[in-house]
């Protein structure tokens, strides 16, 4: 399988989150029959399909690393408002509902 579009996420205004939307025109240089999608919503993942292709930046990892299966995700325990809500938190979310 081909990937067509990976979805990138980040914060251009927070320092430790802004890494992967600079690294988008290096990207897209190196691979030009890929689209990399700036994408900052985690309420729209939905309508991206089933299989998802995903860089973003995340806490307490030091090296790149590839996730291949979401039970790998580590989430926080409590979720008391919609902000507690991550990419990470949705991810499981749309599994666990089949969607992915």
Known sequence: MSICKVLVFGNRLVEKDKLPL????????????????????????????????IIDS????ENVTIIYNIDQIEISKSLYTLHDMDLGYMLKLMKKVNMI
């Open 58 to 61: 995340v806490e307490n990892i």
């Open 22 to 53: 600079e690294l988008i025109p290096y990207l897209e240089k190196e691979f030009p029959e890929i689209e990399f999608k700036e994408f900052d919503s985690i309420e729209d993942l939905q309508n991206e399909g089933s299989v998802l292709y």
